[in-house]
């Protein structure tokens, strides 16, 4: 597991050590079985998108409690040598049964089903919703502004703003599922083998003896790849100086660039200058990008206002998902040894016993049904795969995308999709 | 630096490097002054905390292109062989001035000046305020959560839920600076030396034969930390089942456990029956702990309106900030060889040339004075501090928070501090 290696097994709530060393004591390692759903949807989402199974699979793998571990936790005085050998010889022995990546699904059905010896299956709580709490959230939201962006390229430039470099790792990943272009990101873009990307600073216009200097040098060094940023003085006046540069370029060397960055100011009045005088003074190769602030309400209405934008850049509020940082995802026992439990706290009922999630198909999905485990073929929780290629999980994303209802994929006011109990 | 061994130089923008590879080929490597500031406080917050050096400290010693690094690079074909030599090498050798942790601050007023070559200067840009960022949003957010619950204790909850490791440890960290009691992360109190804390889950309870038995062997593990989870079923059964077991473990043991945990349901009608009825049946030394979404604002109500709690959990709401979960950092070029630079975008105005803050103090802090850098004894940016004890920070924050007027610190619709530019 990448940036984990130190220490995975200690990267859990206390309370599940504690309550493990009370199950020990009283030889309670009966199977268990644990159901992860999540409560409700964030406003405006329509559906969610399951993500985080490689990083699963990369936990479970190198989950072990390291001699310093073992050290560490006899130092707190909370838990007895026996206690402590056994964690040390610890390795998880689970199986799990889930939605694959990519796959849409909605509140209060279960997307994931872990079972093995209550102890280990405890332990493994804190981490399993971290990962995939982030990674589901990254998954629908990249989801949510592809639709959006209604086929117009958008890029990952969240890394600055992300909470922590694996978040950033989880929003490039979540990305390229949605099938964005690249990431700004050069250590995502190298673990995850995702393009990488980028334009150039304020600092590098600012840097240079002057705005139109700046761009004839990132022009002979980056030709068809670059990108001028024109924001840094006075937009109108940047533009001009990119399509005299571009025009130049093109005399001199024969290479067209890419185009230029908007950054701030009026997108939609910017972008429509911008696009008719590029057309105009014979330099219309030009292709205009976006950035600043963007999220999958404002690139919808960008365009809904008639923006000429090609590619968006989205950082900040994709990175950390501004309006849903955090999802209702829990991980609840549904079954030990041979009984169903149950909890009844005040609105948050849990149903007891193992489950089977199938959909109702028709032209479009119609309606998921929720029944107590039968080993249907149709279940949708299939076995934990095994790695699959990146390609395989942009494919079924995109192809459950097409079998949503547009009603149900509304960046505003989505409609709500059925999930049944039977 | 914890989690980020493999590649710290690669955890930055493209953008960064291919800008560099134009200032190497152009030989601009003069010194440069770049300034980090915020541009503007997320509604409700009077405050900013500063945080992150620590992290910055250890990123900055371990900063290097690794071969992998260096073989990665290369196969991107956008850089030359000379400059990937030249990168391969690199040790960003640079000079910071800034405000030490802990310490109060505003939006546009610098809160660190990094001073160096031009291409380490630019290259180190995006971790930096990856680290600060988050960071200072969380040590902001752990000192309004102190101010909130008015003495009562507060404990972090947020591993399950923030987005990544690096993140919980952040906000691990946050909670130490503002004085919280512990954390629930095992991890996250071993490498800050934190305590570690924790009460019991619902699945705990439910994986028991019944309610009181999941209680009485929790405090025979237990003892005086035994804390015991009343709402899995019924809240007021379950505080009148923990008064029973209570007693009749320090009965039995001469042991008064801990308390309870209250997770759900009306939290003031609840504490307030528990309070009164562990005082009228003989275990008045119960202590009552609430939890379940919890953050400033909650936490302030709910004293406000009369909640008997002795101390907090708080998870979700602070681990990933809730409602300001980015700010606007930035770093901005003020200085570039002789000459001051400034940028003029539309709302983004920069101030060119280094700088120099004071804070003019009365019984409270008064105002901020932002200045052309004078070299002052009481410039508040201070060279980078070698490695401070936690203590030391935790006094600074506690000091700067009683130098605040209380206007400033409301929870809600605080007072704005005035930042003059002279």
Chains 1, 2 share one sequence.
């Not at 014979?282 to 960008?302: N, R």
């Not at 991980?331 to 016993?353: D, T």
């Not at 999905?365 to 076995?383: C, H, I, M, T, W």
Request: proline share 4%; with cysteine.
């Amino acid at each position: 597991m990448w940036l984990l290696k130190d220490s995975p097994a200690l990267f859990t709530d206390l309370y599940e050590l504690t309550m493990a060393q009370v199950y020990f004591k009283r030889r309670m390692n009966d199977r268990a079985y644990f159901e992860v759903f999540v409560r409700k949807l964030p406003d405006n989402w329509g559906f969610f998108v399951m993500a985080g199974l490689w990083e699963i699979a990369s936990y479970l793998q190198q989950f072990q409690f390291t001699e310093q571990d073992i050290d560490y936790l006899h130092g707190t005085k909370m838990f007895s040598g026996d206690f402590l050998d056994y964690l040390s010889q610890l390795k998880p022995t689970v199986e799990i049964r889930c939605l694959p990546e990519g796959t849409a699904f909605f509140p209060n059905e279960p997307i994931l089903e872990l079972a093995g010896p209550l102890i280990s299956a405890q332990i493994l709580e804190s981490y399993i919703l971290n990962i995939l709490g982030f990674s589901i959230i990254e998954a629908s939201l990249a989801a949510r502004t592809s639709i959006a962006a209604n086929g117009a390229s958008v890029v990952d430039f969240g890394l600055r703003r992300c909470q922590g470099p694996v978040a950033s790792l989880r929003s490039a990943r979540a990305a390229q599922m949605a099938g964005f272009g690249a990431t700004s990101n050069v250590f995502a873009a190298r673990v995850l083998d995702f393009a990488p990307t980028g334009t150039m600073a304020h600092s590098f216009v600012q840097a240079h003896e002057s705005e139109e200097t700046s761009f004839r040098k990132f022009a002979e060094a980056y030709g068809e790849n670059a990108i001028l940023l024109v924001d840094t003085y006075d937009s109108i006046e940047g533009i001009k100086k990119a399509a005299k540069v571009a025009k130049q370029f093109r005399k001199d060397e024969g290479i067209e660039i890419k185009g230029i960055r908007l950054d701030s100011g009026d997108i939609v009045g910017l972008s429509n200058f911008a696009r008719k005088y590029f057309d105009d003074n014979g330099v219309g190769f030009l292709k205009i990008f976006a950035s600043g602030d963007l999220d999958e309400f404002k690139i919808h209405d960008l365009l809904q206002q008639g923006a000429q934008i090609d590619g968006f850049g989205i950082g900040t509020r994709y990175s950390v998902s501004q309006f849903a940082p955090a999802i209702g995802i829990v991980y609840k026992l549904v079954r030990y040894g041979q009984k169903g439990v149950l909890k009844r706290s005040p609105e948050k009922q849990v149903r007891p016993g193992r489950k089977t999630v199938t959909r109702v198909k028709g032209k479009y999905y119609e309606k998921d049904v929720v029944s107590q485990f039968q080993g249907n073929a149709d279940d949708l929780l299939r076995p934990f795969p095994s790695a699959e290629p990146m390609q395989t999980i942009q494919q079924r994303l995109a192809a459950e995308l097409s079998c949503l209802d547009d009603s149900v994929k509304a960046i505003r006011n989505p409609a709500k999709y059925p999930v049944e109990s039977a």
